[in-house]
């Protein structure tokens, strides 16, 4: 019972923070509280891995040479339903 969260912490690549592993352990019926498993956490080195954001890649501000539109995209239209 002392190592449950960190069963659970641990069997989903450690994503899980103590409001979701209280959530797991009070559906398995294991009575926590979610300060308890927020501390006890603590007191193993565990942590959530946080998802990372989305990092642009894209760096149009550049002084490289561009490319002729060899396609001729054109993307405006005069009137809508046009093209």
Known sequence: MICSPCRVCCGDKSRYG???IFAELKSRNIPFNRDTIAKRMASMGLAA???R???ATTDSN???VVDKNLLNQEF?????NQK
């Open 76 to 80: 405006t239209s005069a009137y809508p």
């Open 53 to 55: 954001k989305f990092k």
């Open 62 to 64: 550049h002084g490289k």
């Open 18 to 20: 103590s409001t979701r």
């Open 49 to 51: 891995k946080v998802k």
